[in-house]
Structures are given as C-alpha cells and as structure tokens.
C-alpha cells in the first residue's frame, strides 16, 4: 500500500488549497488568542504562505484524500465554473478505490513525516489541512470518522497542539458560518462539498477571520442570521442554481421554494460541522489545555447555544416558522455542545469557572427548545445565579430608601465618569437590582420597572416621602429628567425615576392632602409646602400637565367619587397655570380642549364651616379666577366656561376698586380676614396691580436723606423710611406668580434704584424667598453680576447682598445646595479685595460671609472651582477650613471615594498658602487622616519673631515718628507710601510695645495709617501683633513680672485697639488668639475679652436692635444702627451706605463656637461653661446653632463633662426642639434609661423619618396596610387610605421654620442623635440596649399587640416554618423571645402600621440613627452583635450536621420582612439585617471599621459561621468596587474566614465538602470582576491583578479541594483564564 502514498514533489489540487486556504486560518499561538497586536499582521501572512508553499502539503493532503475516499483526478473548481445550466445537466460517475484501513494511517504519515525535518512546519501544515478537511467532510460521515481517527492517531504521538489547533478550527467555523449578506459565501461551499459527489469544494471567498471572542457576554452574542446567504431573487436563477448543491430536477430554483431547500441544506450542514467540531473538542479536552483555549472554546459553545434557532434572514415569518422545525442533527449538536460545556465548567476539573455561565446570559436566552439536557443546564445555571445573588444584596434590601434625615445621599459605586462636573451629578437615591443582585440605576432600567413590583413600590416609596419631606431642589434636579414631551434631547446620565412615577407620586400626594382636608384637619400650610414643589416640577418639565391632568381624573374617579369635596385641586392648578409649559399645553396641545374641560371638572362649591377665613375665601373664589384665566388664554375655549364662575369674578373687581380707589394704600398690619382672603383671591387674577400696591406700601413712608460725615458737599444720599415688613403669614397665601411679580420688583429697587431701601424692603424680599423655597430661589451673585459687570464697581449692592447672604439667606443656599457654589464667587471678590487699600467693609463682610458659608459645609467641598493652583482664601479663612474638615471628617465621615482622592488636593492648595502650624492639643481631636497630614507641618512662629527682633529697632523708630504724641501729620502719607512691606507689618506690635512702655499712642495717625493699609495687611498686622504679644509676655514672666499683672496690662492695652478706639476687627483678633493656643496666656486674653462689659454691651444692644432670633415673625417696625456705632471706626472709615443687619456683634457669630471648640480641646472646661453661659441667648441667633451642638457633641463624645453637656443644650431654643418627653430626666440622672426610651425615640423615627411603606399587590408582604390602618402621628386622626400609611408629618413646617438643619426629617433624625449622645451612659450601654430592642422586638410587639391591634399579616404557606432538613428544635433555639422591660402596649397603635411591619421598620430605624452617631458606638455596634451571633446555640454545637447547620442558617438569614410574615424572625437575621442598615447609610470612610465584627466572630469554625460572615460582610463589597484598598481589606477579611473552615490545619466541627460552598466561589467570582469594572459587570470586565494577587496568596492556606475552586481567580497564567486574557499579565509574559 506504500506505493500510493503521495510523493512530496507532486503537486496535488493547486487551485483548491489555494481557495481552502482562505477558509483555514493559520492556528495562532496560545499566548495571542485574546490580545494579538496589530503589528503581527505582516508576519501572519508571512507564515500564512509558508504554510501553503511548503512542499509536504500536497503530500499530506493526497494522503488524506486517499484515507478519505476522495479523488484527486477531477480539477477542484470545474464544476463551479461553468455555467449553472452545463452544471445541471452533467452527470459523472467516478470509479472509486477503496481507501486503505485507518490501522495503516499512523505509518503512512511517520513515511512523510520523516522526509521533513523542520517538524514544527510540518505539525502546522498538517493542523492547517486537518481544519479545512474538518470544514469539507464534515456531513459526511464515514469521512468525519476518520478524521476523528486521524486526530487521535496523531494526538497519542504527541503530534497536534491542541492550543494552536482548536483556536484554529473554531475561527475557521466561524467564518465557514458567516452570511453571504457579510461578505462571504463560505457556507455554500462547504454545502457543496459535503454535498458533491466528487468531494471536492467549490471556490469560496472566506476571509481569515480572528480568534472569536464574545462581545457581550451577559446578553445574547451576535447571531449569525440565515446562516449561508440572505434570500435571492427569483429573478436570479444562476445564483440559486449555485447554491443549491442538489440535483436540478429536484428543484426548482424560484423564490422561497429555493430559499426553503438552502436553509435545509445549510443547517444540516452546520449541524453536521459543528457535531464534528465537539467531538474533536472533546479529545482536545482530554489533554492539558492552556487557559486561553479553554476560554476560547467555552465562548464558542456559549455563542452556539445561545443562537441555536437562527432562521434564513428575508423568508416570510409565517413561512419560516412552518418550515423550520428543529431535527435530530441539531439536537445531536446541542447535546454535543453541552457535553463540551459540562465538561469545561465540571468543578473537578474547572476548567472554566461555573461563574462564566451564570454571567453569560445563556439561561435568558427567548426560544428554549424542548430539550430536557439544556434545560437542566438552564435550570442549574438560574440555581446557582439565585445563590450567588444573594450574597450581593442586604437583607430587606428593598426598604433601604433616602429618609432626607442626612443632608448627602450615597450614591453607589459606578464607574468614573470623566468630563462631567459635579454640578450636573445625578444622584442615585435609589438602585434596583439586577439579575445577579448589582445595584443598577438609570432611567432605561426605571423604565422597564413594572407597576406594582416591589421596585416599582420602592421607588414610589422615595417620592412620596420627598413630597412629604421636601429635600431641597437640587436633589429633585438631580434625580429626575424632563419629561419626554419637554425633551429636545438626550440627557444623561439617567435618573432613576421615570415621568410615569413622578406623575402617579405628585397624584398620591394631592389624594392623600384631600382626604386629610377632608376630615377638617387643618392642613393649609401643607398645601402650601406641596404647592410650591409642584410649581417647580411642572415649571422644570418633570412632569407633562396634559397627561397629569388625565391621570388625575382618573384616579379621583376610580378611588372614590366623594373624595373631592373642595377646590383645592383647582387652587392647586391656579398656582401654576401662568407657567410657560402649563399655557403652551392650553394653547396650542392638540387636546388643548379636553384639557381644559378636565380642569374644570375640578370645581366644587366650597362650603366650609368658617365662610370669613382666607383660605375659604381663596378657595370660594378660585375658580372664578381660573375660569377668567382660561378665558384669557384660549378663545377655542370659552365656550366650556362657566358663566356663573365669570360673573363672580365682578365680585373681585367690585371689591378692588373699593379698597384701592383714589391713591389710598392698603394697610397691611390692619386686614381684616375677609380682607386678606379677598387680597389673596386678586393675586390670582390681577397680580400686577396687586404687586404694585405692596410696593406702595414698602414705600409709603417717604424717603429722608442721611446725613453723613463722608459724603461729598454736593452729595446727597436718600434712603426710605422705615414701615412694617409685610407679615409672613399674609405673603404664604399670595400666589406664587405675585411673589415672583414682587420679587423681581424689589431686586430692581434694592439693587438698581437711586434710593437706599428700608429694612422692611429687604426683609419682605426675604420673607417671599423663604415662603416657597423651591418655586422661588434665585442666585443673588448671579443677579448682581447680570446687573453690572463688575460687582464692586456699585459698593452699595455689593453690601447689601452680602448682609442678605450672611443674615438671612445663609441656611437657605445650604438648604439649596448653593452653598460650595456661593463659597468660589464670594473668594473671587475677597481675592480682588484683599489687596485694595482700605477697602476694609466690604471684604470684612464678604471674609465673614465665606467664614459662616464654610462651616455650613457637612460634605467636602473643594477650595477651587477649576481645582488647580493654591487657594485664593485669606489666612483666617484658610485656617477655618481645616477646622472644618476635621469637623465634618470626624462627625459625618468622607462620603466617598473621589472625596478621599482630594483631600490631599485640598490639603495641598490650603497650605500652600498657610504658614499655619496647629498645637498639639488641637490635633490630638483631629481625625487621623488630617492629623498624619499636619503633624509634620513645621512652626514658623519662631522664625516670625527672629524676624521681629531683626526689625524691632527700625519699626520702634517708625512707630515713634509715627505715634508719638507731638507726631508731624505729613509724616503720615509719608509712612504709607514709603515704608517697607515687612516693616508695614509690625505696626500694630510696635504700637503695643510703646504702649507697655507707656508711650502715649497718637490714635488719630495709627487708626488712619490702618485704614490706608490694604485688609491683608490688616490681617497681617493681627496676626504678627499676638505673636509678639505672648512673646513679650514670656519674656516678662521669665523677668519676673507677675501674670496678674501682665494680663492686666495685656488686656488694657487690646481694649485700646478694639474698644476704645476700635482700630481692628474683632473677630480677626480673636480668631487669631486662639490659633496660638499652645500658648497657655492666649485663651486667657482670650476669655478675658469675652468677659469684658464692653463686649457683653454691645451684644446686649444688638439683641436689642435686632429683634427676636426667628425674624420673619418679627411684625414691628426695624430701628437702623448708626453705620459707626454699628461698624465701628475701623469698618465705617469713607463708608456712606448705611447697615441692614450688619453689626460687629453678628461677626462674632461663627466665631464664638469655635472659641468653644478650642477651649474644650485645651481642657478649659469652666471656661468654656463661662462662655456659654454668657452668650448662650446671643447664640440663638447664630444661623447653625442646632448644626453647632450636634457636631461639637459628636466631635468631642466621651470628652465632654455632663454639667457642660447640659449647658451646650441651652445654645438650642428647646422649646422648638422635638426632643423626647423623659429627655431632661435622663440627662440628669446616672442611671441608664429604660429601653422604652429607646424603644420611643426609634418609634418617632419610624413615623417621621422613614419613609413610609406603600400597598403592595402581593399579598401578605411587608409595604401593605393592615385593615386600611394609616401611620399617623400620635393624637392626629388616622386616614384611611389605599397607598398605605401617608398623612402629613406631625406639624408639618415651613422651610423658614426649619432653616437648620433643612428639613423635618433631619431635625428628627439629628434631635434623637443630639439625646444619644448626652446621655450620661456609656456607648456599649446605649448599643447594647438598641441592640436588645431589635433582636427582640418583634416577638415583644406580637405579644403585646395581641388583643389591641390585629396582626394583619397570616400564616404564609410559601414561607418556610422550620429550617429544611433540619429538627424541630433548632428552630426553637432560633426563634427569638420577647424583651424584657420593654412596654410596646401602644406602639403599634401609635405607628398606625401591624407589628410585623413595625418591627421591620424599627430595624431600619435603629440603623439608621447608629450610622449618624460617631465611630466609638461603631465599635460597640460590632462587638454586641458578634455576642449575639456567637450565643445562638445551634451555630456552636458541634453535634449537627452539615445539612442541618445549612439549613437553620439559611432560616435564620430570612429577610426579616419574609421572617415576619409567620412571626419566626431569628436574632440572627434581626442582627444582620440591623447591619445591613447601619451599612447602607454609613460613609465610605467609616466603612473601614466592618472588618472589626469579623473579628469578633472569629475563630469560625462552621460553614454556618462562614456563611454568615458571608451573609454580612459580603453585600458591602459592591460599594466597595471604586475604594480599592477597602475592597481588598474587606476581601481578605473574608477569605480568612474561608481558611478558618476550609484551611489546611483547620479542624471544623463538621466536615465539610468544599462543593458546598459553591455559592461562595461563584460571589468571588462576581465581585471580583464587580471591581474590576467599578461596576456592574460588562462584557469587558476583568478582575484587577491586585485582586488576583491577592486571592492567589490567600488560597495557598486553603485546602486543596478549594484552591482548585478558586483556580482562577490567580495571578497565574498558566491555569487562570482570568489571568491569562489580563492585558498586564500579558504584557509581562511577552
């Protein structure tokens, strides 16, 4: 048989390996199948065309076709040639030889193999003609047998690399597979080959394709449509002729009948080919495939499976569908295929990790076949994503919701987004999750939220809180876009509320608003507060007014026909009806009519018990002015009108003339009822007279001109004479069209008119702003720079707007989320002023402004607006600002990862400009991160007074010609324009020399060279001067000065500089002695000038002038301060424009709680009661004095004595603060308050702060009301209502009522924090009790409800009742009992919720407030729950098996809202779900204490133990996906716990399997990609080669049936798939 084998020098079928060679791409090297550089493209074609030169290819290729059967005598492209009809008509009959016996085959092949002795070329040749012969014999199948054969024939000598092999193969079935439509009509030939009786191709144009690699693992990969080519013409027989490899007279080549043989044709081809192609996949996974093979192979099974039911592209679907059926061939590859895949993923091998699958998609895939071997592939895969996705989430998940009781929200961890500013920052208030449990977000995912799912809920849960809560209008900015009828284009990144939301959430809202009315609450004030949120929903487009109008109708029909009683809908719809996209819907919708129709189906005849109140008479004449509105607007309209309602509108008009005919102007101190009703009713219909006549008013006093000392001869300054304010509660019911009619008026007469205007101007100006936050804000920067160019070149607009910022308005920008905005433009006119000769007033107020703005910040902030270069703030304002930072780090944490990342910027830009060193004593209260960063910082107070002693001479000089008594004045100008800059300096110092020597000082010539001297040298001046102030007093103690004497001195001469003379800033002076507080004598100045009668007189007039701290209550008549009594010498010096609020007491407002600050840091505790004490009423009037005792009882908790605990409260009016009855009692007593008191302060955060839950479509879940029962606040009659429990908050506030901290949830949420931490206990104290109420809490409500309030909630039959698998009695060791001491007999009742929800809600609740508390009760939060766990018996008995610890901890892990639904919750799950809650609202920053409760739990020694540290640890780590080196810790954490249980010297109490934690691996798996992509998980994703790292070194302590588990999950390229397709691994291995 030796005689026919092929001899290499003849050549066989030149033009077919020609043509086969564009459909076998040559096999790529392992190393490059994912990452092949683009400059190897020349050497593959290189070795392309060794490979088909080479002189042992048509031997070897003749040797096959001999084993094959197939002839080499007919010419390869013959038939394909010529003509189709020469084609059909040709019948050839070939006289075949028998091919020899495959036995021989092996020999055959070692005769060639021995003639060549390059034998890697030879092993590529063969690879190549193995693969095109694979794609042409493969429907043939005696042919595929021996191919087969042959390739383990030559696998056993070692002669096929399977790594060059496969990817070959692979890629060249890919392109076989690719559509004509694509370019290639690779498939026909390989359809005409198998088909042919020849065996011999026709030609094919395949071009090489690259190495497939899936596009999109996690969705369905790319189809292959029609695989073949798209459907032909019927005017095209010679293409259909070509295509189709039967005989002619069995077809007929027209349309579908041709299309329908060919699709035939082509899947069994596939079928065939890709049959094959398993099988040869299977015995090369019987060898030892690299990593990237193995990937290879799994994404080109997946991308089969997934595409298994591609159709022809073109047929008619009906047609299609009948015609395609799937048949046994394609089945046989299915079964095939999942063989192959079955063996990639099986765990004794792991080849590729199950986790794969689970992110692949493949079990979303739409048409499943009847298939039960894929199925159960499908089914395992949905199994194991449902474990896996569990360790994502937290439990309860779906009651975490923002409660607006923190001024941030935490965004979770996406991916960075560059070129985006943090202005246009969308929130994420909300996530849903997603299939394999990562937190999504955006408006396409909101979208596809179904109405009535729990998602849906949740976010309808969050919106009608914000309703309830108003946040500020930025967060509604923030998390909504504009409707899409208002869109006119894309805007992104989405929110995650959809229009259909915000629609259904402002409809509940107006609902539940009526039926409140409707019970004759007087709720008028909460109308007013959703009135003005709703302006500015509708005014920004969030929500589409013809649609809204629609569904509002509906919804007043479905729910109940009598619910609309009054015309507060019709009121409601008034208030925004002037609004541009409300009137174009009325003018020119296309439903304009039916619109309008609606909105007068709105009315009702308002009958109310009292016809003379405002409200009855607005609401009586509402639809009046809304019919004459609409008649205004639209003439198509009018003949819907009412009449009736037009004619009553003469009534207004009738009452108009009467009030304001002739030029009498109405008194606004002196309106009747009926009066103000009557007024509140022309707002609507005439607001421009209407404002014109309260701008009379402000105005009717006349004008009168000031005289002053720095006016110019011919210079005459006129200011209007004072009236009464117009008084709040008159402006709350104007419509919102005339606030901002009188708005606009105002600002043109404050900041543009000839006259100065009174205080009663500016302060209605400021009452209208404050009455509706939302509809009203504007940018009073933003308005002065539109007026003139440059701010400062009008000083007298410039003061007054900083006066209305720093008095007024402060709490209002912050409440806006202005305030960091606010901070950039008043730096850029300090910057500007800072250097101008005695421009002192404004800068002082601008700097004082900046002062009380930065420390109204409780999140970061940057110091620059571009970010770059030092900052532009002064010294004092530098200073402030790490003072602040150390505050907010250490009282509210660092929010987030990017916040990190720039505080070393921030650092950075301060000091940069800062010689500032701070003491010791003060850095000892720093939080770590700002103490390592300034510990270094060197003092330059010693090189400052070398500096002095060098110059000390030449300025005592200067100082005597300058001050001296009999001083030349000329010597004045003299000294101004030419002494030195660093002489200039020491001014002041010398001065104060002079005067200890007893020099009489020339105060006339220092106050006037001061004044000449630009702020900052000022500034300097201050600061220089205590420097050499406690120097000299050193010196003269170590003289032997006695102290007493020395502060006497001390303090008298200060008092010439600021008392009696008033030549410095205060506030400056005493900023700048504090900051030296490691000089004992500088907080003794300090507290001797606070003690001062001066002093305290001053701050006792201006308590007199200024009126009651809540000033918008304030009806009287403002008294103006003289500008120097008010300003003082140095600040009023050429100053003509009079104060509004201005005054040198108010500077001292933001300064005061620092000096608190520092004394209590200097252990100065009398001193600082002392100071208190004394200015505790003064303080009332600080903007942040609730943020004040908050923050400083956080920042110094475990430091502060009871006794000034106590005297810290009286800063706060307490009379206005919503602390707990038995509050005064506990803070006066040593013992610890019973847990009711916890159990209370918990309950009014249930009620007040979280949001409260929704009905639910599906029965029995927590979110349904029991038997309509509603959460109403205690004494409030309850409201049955089908959204569940929704009334107003008790009291419902005004913004102005609530100005800090912002809103009402924030001042319950912060009061309860500010009554934790003064109590005279200990932290482990209050936390083991917190702890107590929630581990038995809801036990203790059922008992204590029964008879009282029904449970609501029964049985379920879908909720387990005892742990599967396991003893009844485990689960009564798991079950908790009740508190003891705790009396719930009307909680319930007081919640208006069942016990079972209570219960779940009070675990949020608790979790809530232990996150807003300081990271000492974190501590404490760690180690009692780690008690709690560890005692639960079953976890630590070493006597259960491993199924029954799986089960009892899989029960006792419940959501506490499924554990409650049948009264089984467990300690456990009430703990862990207690710090899954805790977890979601902590800052990222205080994230990194978490691992401290592993610890506690630690040794574990049980899968049950693992598994809950698992259960609690493993959902923080999505969050943790962009704060890399908290994941990592946080990941090592857990794995230590795996090498507990699973380690090599570990002994666990039960032995255990490591497939049983196969849910584990899969986690890992996940969230290591998670943070690989900072994400959720793309197609892209790969893990960090830290991470890889990481786990690599973890595993080697693991035992080895787990580290095979986690083979991939390692920096090893030679096992890892993961490692081997990581661009930086390589990278290093090339």
Known sequence: MMQRAPTPGQPAQPSADMEQLNNTPPPPQPQQQQHRPSSSSSSRVTAINTRHFHPARPAILDLFNLYLGRSSQQKPDESAREPPNKTQKRVTAINRELPPPNEQFLFDFEQIQIQFPDQEQLRAVTESVLISLVIQCCNHAPRAEFLLFALRSLCNIGYINWDAFLPSLLSSVSSAETPVGQGSQAMTAVASATSSQSGVPPPANVPNSTNFQSSNPASPLPSIHGIGSPAQSAAEPSSCTTLSPMKSNDVICTGQQSARANISVRENVISSLRQLSCKIILIGLESNLMPVTRFDIFNHMLNWLVNWDQKQQGLDEFDSAQFWKPDKALIEWLHNCLDVIWLLVDDNKCRVPFYELIRSGLQFIENIPDDEALFTLILEIHRRRDMMATHMQMLDQHLHCPTFGTPRLLPQATPNISGETVTNMRYSPITYPSVLGEPLHGEELAASIQRGS???????????????????????????????????????????????????????????????????????????????????????????????????????????????????????????????????????DSRKVETTRKILSFHKEDRSSDPNNPQSILLDFISSCQNLRIWSLNTSTREYLNNEQLQKGKQIDEWWRQVSKGERIMDYMNMDERSIGMFWVVSYTMAQPACETVMNWL???????????????????????????????????????????????????????????????????????????????????????????????????????????????????RYQGKNKGLIHDVTKIIATLKGKRGDHRAFRLAENLCMNLILSMREFFSVKRDGKGPTEFTETINRITITTLAIIIKTHGIAEVEHLLYLQTILEQILATSQHAWSEKTLRHFPPILRDALAGRIDNRGLAIQAWQQAET??????????????????????????????????????????????????????????????????????????????????????????????????????????????????????????????????????????????QQRVKVYLMNRGPAEHWLFSGTFKRAELQKALGNHLSWKERYPTFFDDIAARLLPVIPLIIYRLIENDAIDAADRVLQVYSTFLHYYPLNFTFVRDILAYFYGHLPGKLIIRILTVLDVKKIPFSESFPQHINSSNAPPLDYFATLLLGLVNHVIPPLNNSSKKGQVGEASNSSVRAPHNKAQVTSQSGPSVAPEGQKPFYQ???????????????????????????????????????????????????????????????????????????????????????????????????????????????????????????????????????????????????????????????????????????????????????????????????????????????????????????????????????????????????????????SAPVEASEIADIIDFLHHVVHYEGQGGPVQASSKPRAEVLALIGRAAESFRPDVQHLLTHLKADVNCSIYAATHPKFVQNTN
């Open 1298 to 1548: 609530l100005q800090d901290p912002g809103t009402y949830t924030q001042l319950i949420l912060e009061t309860a924090v500010i009554e934790i931490l003064s109590l005279p206990i200990t932290a482990s104290q209050i936390v083991s009790s917190l702890v107590q109420i929630v581990v038995h809490i809801q036990p203790t409500l059922v008992q204590s409800s029964n008879g009282l309030h029904p449970t609501g909630v029964g049985q379920s039959s879908m909720l387990p009742t005892s742990p599967s698998g396991g003893s009844t009695d485990s689960l009564g060791a798991t079950r908790t009992p009740s508190a003891a001491g705790l009396n719930t007999s009307n909680f319930v009742w007081r919640s208006g919720y069942t016990c079972q929800q209570l219960s779940c809600l009070l675990i949020q609740a608790c979790g809530l407030l232990l996150a807003q508390l300081p990271p000492e009760f974190h501590i404490q939060l760690y180690i009692e729950a780690a008690r709690v766990i560890k005692e639960s018996w079953w976890l630590s008995d070493g006597k259960r098996s491993v199924t029954e610890l799986e089960s009892a901890v899989c029960y006792a892990l419940l959501d506490p809202t499924w554990a409650a639904q049948d009264n089984t919750s467990t300690a456990i799950g009430n703990v862990v779900a207690l710090l899954h809650a805790f977890f979601s609202n902590l800052p990222l920053e205080w994230l990194e204490g978490t691992h401290l409760i592993i610890k506690h739990l630690k040794p574990v020694t049980s899968i049950a133990g693992l598994r809950i540290a698992f259960r609690i640890m493993g959902p923080l780590l999505p969050r943790l996906a962009n704060a890399h080196t908290l994941f990592s810790k946080t990941l090592s954490v857990l794995l230590s716990v795996m090498a507990d249980v699973f380690g090599r010297n570990s002994q666990p």
């Open 454 to 588: 729990l998602d849906w809920e949740r976010a309808m849960r969050c919106l009608r809180h914000a309703f309830r809560n108003t946040p500020s209008p930025d967060w509604w900015r923030r998390v909504l876009l504009v409707a899409p009828c208002h869109r006119l284009q894309a805007q992104g990144p989405g929110a995650v509320f959809t229009s259909e939301m915000i629609s259904e959430a402002t409809i509940d809202s107006i609902v539940d608003l009526l039926k409140l009315t409707n019970l004759e609450t007087n709720c008028w004030q909460e109308w007013l507060i959703f009135s003005d949120v709703f302006y500015f929903l509708m005014k920004h487009g969030c929500i589409d007014f013809v649609d809204f109008v629609d569904k509002l109708v509906c919804r007043l029909q479905d729910d109940d026909q009598h619910i609309l009683r009054t015309n507060h809908v019709t009121w409601l719809l008034a208030q925004v009806i002037r609004v541009e996209l409300v009137m174009n819907a009325l003018n020119t």
């Open 954 to 1095: 030449t300025v005592i000089n200067q100082c005597t010609q300058l001050l001296s008594a009999a001083a030349d004045p000329s010597y004045v100008m003299t000294y101004i324009n030419h002494s030195f800059p660093q002489h200039r300096q020491y001014l002041c110092a010398g001065a104060w020399i002079l005067m200890y020597s007893h020099h009489e000082i020339n105060s006339l010539h220092l106050g006037r060279v001061l004044r000449e001297f630009s702020p900052e040298e000022v500034t300097a001046n201050i600061y220089t001067m205590v420097d050499v102030i406690l120097h000299h007093f050193n010196l003269e103690l170590q003289r032997g000065r006695p102290l007493q004497d020395l502060m006497l001195k001390a303090c008298t001469n200060l008092a010439f500089f600021i008392w009696t003379h008033e030549l410095l800033p205060l506030d400056i002076l005493l900023l700048a002695l504090i900051d030296r507080d490691d000089d004992p004598h500088a907080l003794r100045i300090v507290i001797s000038i606070l003690d001062s009668k001066e002093l």
């Open 699 to 813: 105005t009717s006093a006349g004008v009168t001109e000031i005289p002053g000392p720095n006016l110019q001869p011919n210079e005459r300054l006129m200011v209007m004479q004072e009236v009464s304010p117009l008084p709040i509660s008159l402006l709350s019911g104007f419509s919102i069209n005339l606030c901002l009619k009188l708005a606009y008026q105002m600002e043109e007469s404050m900041f543009s008119g000839q006259v100065v205007p009174s205080i009663a101007m500016v302060e209605t100006y400021v009452r209208v702003l404050l009455i509706a936050p939302h509809a009203l804000f504007r940018s009073l920067m933003m308005l002065l720079s539109q007026r003139n160019q440059n701010p400062l070149s009008k000083p007298a607009a410039s003061i007054l707007v900083f006066e209305i910022l720093n008095y007024r308005l402060l709490s209002l920008y």
